[in-house]
């Protein structure tokens, strides 16, 4: 009965148990790293980005 009352009283909570996640400082995202920026993975589209990077980059470069 005592479980009871105290359900009652607080709900019951499903979220996630345990510690916080530690923040280590690295990127978790795929684009930024190198491959991906340079288009060598293989991907066409990938490539056509990092043709667009690299003009963007180069604009105002004289």
């Known amino acids: 009965m005592d479980d009871f009352q105290n359900i009652l009283e607080h709900g019951i909570s499903f ?3 345990g510690d916080k996640p530690k923040d ?3 990127v978790k995202t795929k684009a930024k790293k190198k ?3 340079t288009g060598a993975h293989g991907s066409g ?3 056509q980005k990092a043709k667009y990077r690299e003009q963007r ?3 105002h470069k004289k």
Do not use: E, L, P, V
């Open 15 to 17: 979220g996630r148990g």
């Open 57 to 59: 980059a180069n604009r």
């Open 35 to 37: 491959q991906y920026i």
């Open 24 to 26: 280590d400082g690295k």
């Open 45 to 47: 589209s990938a490539r």
